[in-house]
């Protein structure tokens, strides 16, 4: 079906106003990966929006859209989006569709600079997720302070308008918590990072670093931990929010029962 394709007369004078003030839109990539949800918001600079999604291979439908769909982006003619390849959109009109060939990291760029003609660029990019749990789910106000080292491992996009009093957002929250996508440009190079809710640190006050080339593509982090941890299930046992089969203990009291201390 074709999301919020109606109303392209009235979207026009909402529009010029978007073209104005164009910076101070939140625009967001909201499809088929997402359930047409609002967890995929986009960072503008220079009326550039961008954004880094883990989608998986197959079929996608998309849309560039705020969050009542007042203002949307789409295409009614061709919706087809290739790999690496530009394409002109067009205010209020169909789905656009993707196939990607792997699951993987992909950076979806809306190009709202020539507003006659803005367009639509998606790649696939190096990315490294940090997933982080707070045992309460109290994610307001939390969010992460990046910088790289002598040697960038992020591009100078990522780290656009962040400073200590705005940190950047997470992307979104999954069934282990709160999780940010961070394009990177070099595997090898650290890529330094603070969680902090204002001047409150979490990892016991460290600054952070991991090295995607040691260390793999995805962290998991616990508040009040400065481990971290390479899956999920380990994370979630040593913030206690599972038990440890590991370490279970039993005995056979008879020929068919097994005990266990619960």
């Not at 997402?34 to 439908?61: F, K, P, Q, S």
């Not at 809710?197 to 995805?218: C, R, S, V, Y």
């Amino acid at each position: 079906f074709t999301k919020h394709a109606a109303c392209v007369v009235s979207m026009f004078a909402l529009l010029a106003g978007f073209s104005a003030n164009a910076q101070d839109v939140t625009l967001f990539v909201r499809g088929t990966m997402n359930e047409w949800g609002t967890a995929n918001h986009m960072t503008a600079a220079n009326n550039i929006y961008t954004t880094v999604l883990v989608m998986n291979a197959g079929d996608h439908e998309f849309k560039i859209a705020n969050a009542d769909w007042s203002v949307n982006f789409g295409l009614n003619s061709e919706p087809a989006v290739a790999l690496d390849a530009a394409k002109t959109l067009a205010a209020g009109e169909g789905n656009l569709k993707l196939t990607l060939p792997e699951k993987g990291a992909y950076k979806v760029a809306f190009d709202f600079s020539n507003q006659a003609q803005p367009s639509v660029t998606v790649k696939a990019v190096q990315a490294v997720v940090i997933h982080y749990h707070r045992k309460n789910a109290d994610y307001e106000g939390w969010g992460l302070h990046l910088w790289n080292a002598a040697t960038p491992s992020m591009p100078d996009s990522v780290l656009a308008g962040i400073a200590w009093e705005k940190p950047r957002a997470f992307d979104g929250q999954d069934d282990f918590g709160a999780y940010a996508i961070l394009e990177i440009v070099d595997a090898a190079a650290p890529l330094n990072f603070i969680i902090h809710k204002g001047n409150e640190k979490d990892q016991k006050g460290l600054d952070m670093a991991t090295i995607p080339q040691k260390e793999g593509l995805e962290i998991w982090l616990i508040e009040g931990d400065a481990a971290k941890y390479a899956n999920k299930t380990d994370a979630l046992i040593n913030a206690g929010a599972v038990g440890d089969l590991r370490a279970a203990k039993a005995r056979w009291i008879s020929r068919d029962s097994l005990v266990w201390d619960v």
